[in-house]
């Protein structure tokens, strides 16, 4: 199984400022027959279930604001929040689908300082 | 507007089977993707559990093959998980959700587009 890791486990960034998310995988994601990265990003606010925001490890999914970005390549992810508004409060997990089973990251929690 | 609805006992006893059921709305099952399910420990991250396609093909996680079993029922428009055996470690929000991507005899390659809102399972005696 490939093994997804992030850190920190916890962030807490000021309002409008930056907040940083990686993720790494004990494996490679990258395929190189189309040259994508099978690794997502999802928000979890509490009491709900996750919400994807982030596929092809850069993709946002429609509706999820610009102030999310997600960069990196093979093994080394970062999610980024440009800056942090008070909705964006969650726990974060990167997943991997370049392999089965698919994993998930631990999640990182992100607050508000 | 696609909904998936979890259903099911909250509490099961040690060696019992859990049973849970998915309702989904606004899109018929049989007409494509793949569904599953996936589950959060207290505390914890997310596991996948298994999935499934239309055809009635099955795609489980190895860690927890010999126990779980997913079946459709297309005339409800719905789809179940039965875990078997279970123990305290099995105590968790399971989430039912729908898949974009796919599945082959290798296992699943997908991100979750559409959740549930989950169910809390306990397990207790």
């Known amino acids: 199984d490939i093994v997804m890791t992030q850190s920190p486990d916890s962030l807490a960034v000021s309002l409008g400022e930056r907040a940083t998310i990686n993720c790494k995988s004990s494996?490679?994601?990258?395929?190189?027959?189309?040259?994508?990265?099978?690794l997502a990003w999802y928000q979890q606010k509490p009491g709900q279930p996750p919400k994807l925001l982030i596929s092809?490890?850069?993709a946002r999914e429609s509706g999820v604001p610009d102030r999310f970005s997600g960069g990196g390549s093979g093994t080394d992810f970062t999610l980024t929040i440009s800056s942090l508004q008070a909705e964006d409060v969650a726990v974060y997990y990167c997943?991997?689908?370049?392999?089965?089973?698919?994993?998930f990251g631990q999640g990182t929690t992100v607050e508000i300082k | 507007q696609v909904q998936l609805q979890e259903s099911g006992p909250g509490l099961v006893k040690p060696s019992e089977t859990l049973s849970l059921t998915c309702a989904v709305s606004?899109?018929?099952?049989?007409?494509?993707?793949?569904w599953g399910w996936i589950r959060q420990p207290p505390g914890q991250g997310l596991e996948w559990i298994g999935s499934?396609?239309?055809?009635?093909?099955?795609f489980y996680n190895p860690s927890l093959k010999s126990r779980v079993s997913i079946s459709i029922d297309t005339s409800k428009n719905q789809f179940s998980l039965n875990l078997s055996s279970v123990t305290a470690a099995d105590t968790a929000v399971y989430y039912c959700?729908?898949?974009?991507?796919?599945?082959?005899?290798?296992?699943?390659?997908?991100?979750?587009?559409?959740w549930g809102r989950g169910t809390m399972v306990t397990v207790s005696s």
């Open positions: 959700g729908r898949l974009h991507g796919f599945c082959t005899s290798s296992g699943c390659y997908a991100t979750f587009d559409i």
């Open positions: 606004g899109y018929s099952i049989s007409n494509g993707y793949y």
């Open positions: 499934f396609y239309q055809s009635g093909s099955t």
């Open positions: 494996q490679s994601v990258l395929s190189t027959s189309n040259n994508k990265d099978y």
């Open positions: 092809w490890a850069s």
């Open positions: 997943q991997q689908y370049y392999s089965s089973p698919l994993t």
